[in-house]
């Protein structure tokens, strides 16, 4: 079987596999079109998030076997019509889920104790005791939409805080030692914390909105280490503004490209003068952490998930 790498990845990727038997070519640097053009050689290929894989693209791969996702979300993926025709799709969310749960406890834990705030104030001659005084995680309610790899992982990670951990999830009996499930409206309820483990779909899309802000009971601290769709931005600076939303974390934003690269568009990663006001209050705002879609970016992750490809890979076809 031949394989073509249309990313950068961990070299044990390809490594492995030549090892296994399988043919593999990389070629990180043509365009769709140029890839198209060939992919009807391909038995297989492996992608991060480089271009949309859509219905043109499909058929043009005539032989395709298998896309393996060196990721956790699909939704750059027609995955419908790639089922259709008998393709297998591989993912990896076991290989960063760790590192998707350790950022966001680290967002919570900096927003908690404004670290950001106070590095940034020492750093220019403030020194500034009162204004700094943090918050405690523990007597908190964490509550996480979406328990799957991600939300398991964060869930672990509170298991040292003396907290309530709650989720809502779409399939039943989710829950387990380190999490209660329970109904949307209860999460809403009892929350002091809410962050988000779901993929991207029609119904996350814009899910964090006024009126499902306005539908907790108490004002809370939202963490976005998911997809930026999920979060209507104009929406969350409201809420930020009124005390509603008393913080953010968010390693991810509706404004991002497609396959997650350079938010800003001219030289030097400098703001552009049309980037929109909501994103300009976040930038800008003291009790918000922005990380560039990095929380499951981790050293060991790019090899975890690089092996959790090749496991995968040869589990079904070897």
């Not at 918050?135 to 398991?152: F, P, Q, S, V, W």
């Not at 003396?162 to 380190?178: F, I, Q, R, S, W």
């Not at 939303?245 to 030097?268: M, Q, R």
Request: proline content about 2%; aromatic content about 8%.
């Amino acid at each position: 079987m031949k394989i073509l790498h249309l990313d950068t990845n961990h070299p044990l990727l390809v490594n492995q596999l030549n090892n296994l038997g399988f043919t593999n070519d990389e070629d990180d640097t043509s365009s769709k079109q140029e890839i198209e053009a060939k992919i009807h050689l391909y038995d297989g290929f492996i992608i991060r998030s480089r271009f949309k894989i859509d219905k043109h693209f499909l058929n043009k791969a005539t032989n395709l076997k298998f896309i393996g996702r060196v990721g956790a979300g699909l939704e750059n993926i027609d995955c419908d019509y790639a089922t259709s025709k008998n393709i297998a799709l591989i993912a990896a969310p076991e290989g960063n889920r760790n590192a998707v749960g350790e950022h966001s406890l680290a967002m919570l834990l900096s927003l908690f104790n404004k670290l950001n705030k106070a590095d940034n104030e020492v750093r220019n001659g403030k020194w500034l005791r009162e204004e700094n005084r943090g918050m405690e995680l523990d007597g908190k309610t964490i509550g996480l939409i979406g328990y799957g790899n991600m939300g398991k992982s964060f869930a672990k990670k509170l298991r040292g805080f003396d907290v309530e951990v709650l989720c809502y999830d779409l399939k039943p009996n989710v829950g387990d030692a380190n999490c209660k499930q329970v109904s949307l409206q209860e999460l809403q309820e009892k929350s002091d914390v809410l962050s988000l483990h779901t993929p991207q779909t029609a119904l996350t899309k814009n899910m964090i909105n006024t009126d499902f802000i306005n539908n907790f009971k108490k004002p809370f601290w939202l963490i976005n280490t998911a997809r930026g769709t999920s979060v209507v931005t104009k929406d969350l600076v409201d809420a930020l503004r009124s005390g509603k939303i008393l913080g953010a974390g968010l390693d991810v934003l509706e404004y991002e490209k497609s396959s997650f690269e350079n938010l800003f568009s001219n030289d030097n990663n400098k703001k552009s003068e049309a980037m929109p006001l909501a994103l300009q209050y976040l930038i800008n705002a003291e009790n918000v952490i922005l990380s560039p879609h990095v929380a499951g970016w981790t050293i060991e992750s790019k090899e975890k998930l690089a092996q959790t490809i090749v496991d995968k890979i040869k589990e079904k076809f070897c």
